[in-house]
Structure formats: C-alpha cells, structure tokens
C-alpha cells in the first residue's frame, strides 16, 4: 500500500514538474535583470503617460509596457544606443526588447521561426530580406510615414515590385584598414594598384611584419577583398563587360556565369596566394585572432569596415582605411550597401507595437546611434549627420562619388546570396590550401549557384 | 487477480512511463515524422507555397557534389573514434578496476570532460589547436623547436584533430560502461584461470574481453550511431572546413537549411536516417551472432 501511495505521490511531482516546465511568462521569467529594470521603468512611465494623455495622438489604444521582440546579429553593445534611443521615444507605450544571434547562425535561425509562422516582431536581414518578402514573411509598410523619411538607394533591399517592405538601418562600406606606423617603419608609401599593394607587402614582410591578416578559419575577409578587387576592375573599369554591375542580374537569372567572365581578374589576385600574403596558416586562424593581431600592431593590412573603428581607435594605434584593390587606382571602390534592413513580421501579433517599433527604428536619433556605433558609416535617413573621421581620408572620394558597391547584394535578385558568399569563402579556403585552382573555385561558385536558384 | 486489480496495479506503472513517452513523442517521434512527409514537398524559404513534388528531392540527392565526401567523413569519423575509443578505453579500465591507488580520482578526472557541452570543448580546443601566436599547443611545439601544426586549417590534418578531440571528450563515458560490466565479471574465473597458468594476456582475451561483449556493444553501436551524427563539435571547431573537408552528413543536411531549401534537406534528413538504421542493423546482428559464439 506504501509503495502504492509512493508511486503515485512520484507521478504527481513529475506532472507537476513537467507542467511547471512547460509553462512559461514571457514578461518576467525569461528576462534578464536588465530586461526586467527596463520593462519596470517602461511600466512607470507608462502609469505616468496615462495619467497625463492617454494613447496620444496615435488614435490607437496603448501598448501599456508590451514587449516587441528583435533580432539582430550586430552586438547588444552596438545596438544599446538605438535600443535605448526607441524606448525612450515610446515612451512606455511598448518595450524593444533585443536578441542578439551571431551571424553564422542567424539565416538559420531566423528562417526556422518565420517557416514556423512565428519569429521576433521585427525583423532585421540584409541580403536575404528579399527572399523573406517572396516567402510572404514580411508586412507591407508603404502606407508608413517613415518611408519618406528615406533616400530611395536604402531601400535596394527591402522593396519588391514599387513596395517597400522594410526601412535600413545604416550604409556599410568595406575597405582595407592600415597600420600608418608599419608602412611608415617600412618607408613604404599607400599602395593604390594590386601591382603596389604586392611590392608593399613583400618590403613589410621583409621587416618582419605580418603583411595582410586573415583569419580564414571563419572570417569572410579574403572574399571580401577578391570580390573588393573585382568591383574595381571587373565590374567597373572594364570595357570587356558591358553589363557593369548588370552582369550579377543575369547571372542571378542564370544568364551569363563567372567561368569565363572573371577568370583572369581571380588569376592576379591569386598572386596573393602565390607571393606567401595570403598563407594556408591562416585557414587554422579565426577572424577575432587576425584582428587581434592588428590591433597588436603585427599587421599592417586588414580587411575590415567601420564597425572596428572603435576597437582600433581604442586601441591607440595609427592606423587608416584605403580603398579595395584595383589595377590602376583611378575611380576606385569600396564595398557596401545598406546594411540590415528592418521590416516587420507578417505574423506579429501586435501589428500597432511593431509599427511604432519600426518608426522609431526609423527616427534620426535611433539612425543617429547607429551611427556612432559604427563611426565613418553612412545613414540613408533625413537629417542623420554622418561624421566621418580623418582616418576614412583614402575612401573619402570613392564615398563621396557614390562608388560603393557589392556584388552579394546584386545576387538577391534570384538566389539566398548569403549562401553563395559562404560557398565562396569555403572554395577560397580550398583556393588558398591548393586543393583547388582558380578555374575550380570559379566552377564551384557557378555550380553551388546552380543548385541555389530560386525557381 | 482478476481484471480490475490487474488493471489498479498496471496504471502507475502506465502513468510513471507516460511523461517519457510524451516527451520521446514530441520530441522525437512527430518531428520525424514530419521531416519524412516535408521530404515529398517542395518547400523553400523564398516562397510562401507548400506543394507536393514526389520523389524529386530525393532524385537530386545523388547528384549533390557534397554527399560522398560528407558520407565517407561521417563513416570515418564514426569508425574513427569508436576504434581509437575502444583501444584506449578497454585496458585504462581494467585498470582502473583493479586496486589502484587513487583510482577513483582518476575516474572522475578521466569521467570530467564527458560532463563539458562539447561545444565548449570544441571552442576550447580550437583555440588550444590554433596555428596563430596564440595556439597554446602551436607555441609548446615552437618553443621545441619543430614547426607549427595547422590543425584545424590543414585539410590532411582537420578531420583527425577533430576525431581526436571527440575521443578525448567521450572516452571516459566508455570507460565508465566497460568499468561497469567488469565489475561483474566473477572473480572466480580469474582464480580458475590462474589455477590453469593462465598468463596476463590469455585472461585479458579469454576472460575479459568476452565478459565485456555487452559493453563492446553498447559502445559500439552508440558510438557508430553518434560519430555518424556528428555536427556540433564539426560546427564548433572548423565549420566543415577547410574547403568543406570536414563536412559530415549532418553539416551538410545544415548548410541545405542555410540555402533555404526546407524540403531537400529534410529529404537528406530521411537518407540520413535510413543510413543509419542500416548501419546499426549490420552492427547489432553481427554482436548478435558473436554473443551467439561466445554462448551469452
């Protein structure tokens, strides 16, 4: 009888337990301590507004203190001034909350709760947004106010067929960050051509520095520097193709392809391999240590963007950022575009929070912060100053004359071009190992294409 | 006992294994479920439309360049460490089975990594492992005077580190079940051994490896079946790289996701899974017929 009343006295604890387990308080069990202080300041504030004007202006009812959810991959520390600059606006009404995913993990993620029908309020991608507005993910916000707010260049990702489908957050370019004290060390004068870059890093390397840095065990930066160098003189510069950036339209389309196109561009680059700059070693290394090493003052050349200004600055190193490579140095470009864009999901349940989320997302002091998280990026927002540093002086020009551009961002058209970034840094790893030549990895970018249209 | 006390006596039993067999069914059963029915579907993330499409996932299967190399890593990785597992873990327990001194220390030293989330471990040794200034292993080898080792960026090399790292993680959990079974392994027959001159050998073959058959056989099985599942400590060390050379079935089945094409990789999913079922059929028919010899 005992063990009777024991066994069910057992089965009553585990259904218990796995009840307990299962239920959950999304507004106070799940937050963080900060998240928690927030949504009390937001609820005072709320109590406060109330008391003063209810639901002002906005003809809809208050949010009193209602979470918004958003994911990102750019750091909480860098998205803690746009964070805080929303919920101040919102005065209450409604709490940002911010979910941080790194970006290796962030299309899957991201793609898994939208295919589940549900995902943050907010949604934030960069050259997949297009294929989140084919998936019927993302609301229509061409009635919105804010939109207007906007120049038309930001939206390249995030409007579809004259509909806009998102606001951006900020322009990001790319270009290649250097150690002023080595090349001064090294006598050795900015280099403006592949040719001059190559001789500069051989006298660097003589000196017993580490020329150019790439940690290629999970860095993207030597397909950001190959495809930097081919925006110089394969899509621009070149007579030989006369569809300019056109071409990355049709070869999204299936149109045209790389084999036979760029061969001959990759082929110099690939003297960076062959030279001993760009090493097999450097596949054992990750991103952070290359960059590590830049700010340690080992290497003189990285290819980066202003989102490490900061760490460098920080840092006390002299350093500066010069344009992607090209052949002849004349009408020179860096790589970029809008950066994320924020939309809003199309199965939010609170259509009205979001909205007011994404209006402030879109106010100059939210863009602003942004910003000054990423010091030297561009804003396509009204009235959003942009101070650039003196250390931008090499790419002011190539930013000024508008001469921003990337080929990833032209793929979106009719494939997931995040994806075909990832095939390429893994062919380069192969390119760099000499498991592959350069027709290979030029072969494997067409046929992983191939295999990733959209039908 | 008639029906109705049957059935009193029956139900706590019934309630006590209902929330396992809940959890294994959400958990477990219904997705797989629903990964084989979405393995019919032509499914993507860059449409809003479900619809039918038959065999045609799986027509394209054998056509994807990334499967025989993710199929012969996943074998390789699976034998791999179940091999090296078993060659290091048999005789460390005996050891340790034995009145060593200390022995327990031992155990709960060799047992600790087991209890690390491998992709801590895998974070952990990628940078131990790491062929830049600040590879802890790398500066060891230097300061030798020998060259540096790219592990984890050497496509030669990659896959073994890994097999390496994943065997140091896991062998004590395959010393505690062989520690488990030797512990019941009657002392007698060692005595009847050495009463017939039996030397240290002949009772390690004749005695213990066989009294370990149901160990051998849980090892192994789980350990085919987990090498052969491997993904986050691929994930946490080289990302299937370099150059996809250390791409398993798994990371690849991933990366399908990545491209947004939700019914093709659940279509590799279900390979996966078939994969696997026959793997562990040929396994535990072929301890079968050895428990059979051995007359357990």
Redesign the interface.
């Known amino acids: 009888m005992m063990k009777?009343k024991l066994?069910?006295l057992?089965?009553g604890c585990?259904?218990v337990s796995?009840l307990a387990g299962c239920g959950g308080n999304a507004d106070a069990g799940n937050d963080t301590p900060a998240q928690q202080e927030a949504s009390e300041e937001a609820g005072e504030e709320a109590v406060e507004g109330e008391a003063d004007s209810p639901a002002e202006g906005s003809g809809e009812a208050a949010g009193n203190g209602e979470t918004i959810s958003m994911m990102c991959w750019y750091d909480e520390d860098d998205m803690e001034g746009v964070v805080n600059a929303v919920n101040e606006q919102l005065n209450g009404e409604y709490v940002l909350e911010y979910t941080y995913v790194a970006l290796?993990d962030y299309?899957?993620v991201l793609?898994?709760q939208?295919?589940a029908g549900e995902g943050p309020d907010i949604v934030a991608d960069e050259t997949?947004f297009l294929?989140?507005i084919?998936?019927?993910n993302l609301m229509d916000i061409s009635d919105m106010d804010i939109i207007s707010e906007f120049s038309e260049d930001g939206f390249a990702l995030c409007s579809e067929g004259g509909k806009y489908y998102g606001i951006p957050s900020y322009g990001w370019f790319a270009g290649i960050w250097y150690n002023q004290d080595i090349l001064d060390e090294c006598n050795v004068t900015l280099p403006k051509t592949l040719e001059e870059f190559i001789e500069a890093c051989r006298t660097i390397q003589a000196a017993g520095y580490e020329p150019v840095g790439f940690?290629?065990?999970?860095g993207d930066t030597a397909h950001a520097n190959l495809f930097g160098y081919l925006e110089n003189v394969f899509y621009h510069n070149n007579d030989k193709n006369a569809d300019g950036i056109g071409f990355d339209e049709k070869f999204a389309r299936g149109e045209v392809s790389f084999e036979g196109n760029i061969n001959e561009h990759v082929e110099k680059w690939y003297r960076l391999i062959e030279e001993g700059f760009i090493t097999?070693?450097?596949?054992?290394?990750?991103n952070e240590?290359?960059l590590?090493?830049f700010i340690a003052g080992?290497t003189a050349f990285f290819n980066g963007g202003p989102w490490q200004y900061t760490s460098f600055a920080d840092a006390g190193i002299h350093f500066g950022m010069m344009p992607q490579l090209s052949d002849t140095g004349e009408n020179v470009y860096v790589i970029g575009g809008a950066a994320a864009s924020y939309g809003i999901n199309a199965n939010t349940k609170n259509e009205a929070g979001a909205k007011a989320v994404l209006s402030a997302l879109g106010s100059v002091e939210a863009q602003q912060a942004m910003l000054e998280s990423n010091p030297g990026g561009m804003s396509y927002r009204n009235g959003v100053i942009a101070n650039m540093p003196e250390e931008y002086e090499s790419v002011r020009d190539a930013i000024d004359n508008g001469n921003i551009s990337y080929a990833a961002n032209r793929w979106s058209v009719d494939m997931?071009a995040?994806?075909l970034v990832?095939e390429s840094i893994?062919?380069i790893?192969?390119?760099?190992?000499g498991?592959?030549t350069v027709d290979e990895y030029i072969a494997a970018l067409d046929?992983k294409a191939d295999?990733?249209r959209?039908? | 006992m008639n029906r109705n006390q049957k059935i009193k006596n029956t139900v706590p039993y019934i309630a006590m294994t209902a929330p396992a067999v809940l959890l294994f069914l959400i958990f477990f059963v219904i997705p797989l479920f629903f990964t084989i029915r979405y393995s019919f579907y032509n499914w993507t993330n860059y449409s809003p439309d479900i619809t039918f499409s038959g065999l045609s996932n799986y027509v394209k299967i054998p056509e994807d360049k990334m499967l025989k190399t993710s199929i012969k890593n996943s074998l390789l990785f699976a034998t791999a460490t179940v091999v090296i597992q078993s060659v290091i873990t048999m005789p460390i327990a005996v050891v340790l089975n034995s009145k060593l001194r200390g022995r327990n220390i031992f155990r709960a030293i060799f047992f600790m990594p087991v209890v690390m989330s491998t992709l801590v471990v895998g974070y952990l040794w990628k940078y131990l492992l790491s062929s830049s200034d600040y590879g802890f292993v790398n500066q060891i080898i230097t300061g030798l005077g020998f060259e540096k080792i790219n592990f984890f960026g050497n496509g030669n090399v990659a896959m073994w580190t890994i097999i390496l790292v994943e065997v140091w993680q896991w062998f004590g959990w395959a010393m505690v079940i062989y520690l488990g079974n030797l512990q019941n392994i009657s002392g007698d027959l060692f005595e009847a051994a050495s009463v017939d001159g039996a030397n240290a050998w002949d009772r390690f073959w004749h005695i213990i490896v066989p009294g370990l058959a149901p160990a051998i056989k849980i090892n192994v099985v789980t350990g085919m079946i987990n090498g052969l599942k491997v993904f986050d400590i691929i994930v946490a060390t080289t990302n299937g790289g370099p150059a996809h050379r250390t791409e398993t079935i798994l990371t690849s089945m991933y990366s399908k996701f990545s491209d947004g094409n939700f019914g093709y990789a659940s279509a590799y999913g279900t390979v996966f899974l078939v994969v696997a079922m026959i793997v562990a059929c040929i396994l535990l028919g072929g301890f079968k017929k050895w428990e059979e010899r051995l007359g357990q």
């Open positions: 009777k066994a069910w057992c089965i585990m259904a796995v290796s299309n899957n793609s898994t939208l295919a997949d294929a989140r084919k998936a019927g940690g290629l065990a999970d097999s070693e450097m596949l054992g290394i990750s240590e290359a590590n090493n080992r997931p995040a994806s990832d893994s062919q790893q192969g390119l760099i190992s498991d592959l046929a295999s990733i959209y039908e």
